[in-house]
Nanobody
Framework: QVQLVESGGGLVQAGGSLRLACTAS????????MGWFRQYPGKEREFVAR????????VYGDSVKGRFTISRDNAKNTVWLQMNSLVSEDTAVYFC?????????????????????WGQGTQVTVSS
């Protein structure tokens, strides 16, 4: 089992920045990738970014490319999501997720169903 704890959400003005953190504990040796998703009220979770646990190029959703950066520190079992140039459409609950199943290819880990563990979510609100 893997436990995930997110932090760093809050209220920010449009054009500002926030950094979310997600720290994993438990069976972290089983993690193959970690991702960030966001969810609007009444909507399905939307892919934001993912990073493989050991190596590989991060992958981003189209709406955040060039503005968000995902990074990791394996020694700290932590993944960050740096969010810059925030806009009101970024307002959502952001979830961290971990996958423990292997998958090769660029399209891997872009669906919420590929992740087995989820954090509790953190609210990000961008005021215009």
């Amino acid at each position: 089992q893997v436990q995930l704890v997110e932090s760093g959400g809050g209220l920010v003005q449009a054009g500002g920045s926030l950094r979310l953190a997600c720290t994993a504990s438990g069976s972290t040796g089983s993690i193959s990738a970690m991702g960030w998703f966001r969810q609007y009220p009444g909507k399905e979770r939307e892919f934001v970014a993912r990073i493989r646990w050991m190596f590989g190029t991060p992958v981003y959703g189209d709406s955040v490319k060039g503005r968000f950066t995902i990074s990791r520190d394996n020694a700290k079992n932590t993944v960050w999501l740096q969010m810059n140039s925030l806009v009101s459409e970024d307002t959502a609950v952001y979830f961290c997720a971990a996958a423990d199943r292997s998958c090769s290819g660029y399209e891997c880990y872009k669906e919420s169903t590929e992740y087995q563990y989820w954090g509790q979510g953190t609210q990000v609100t961008v005021s215009s």
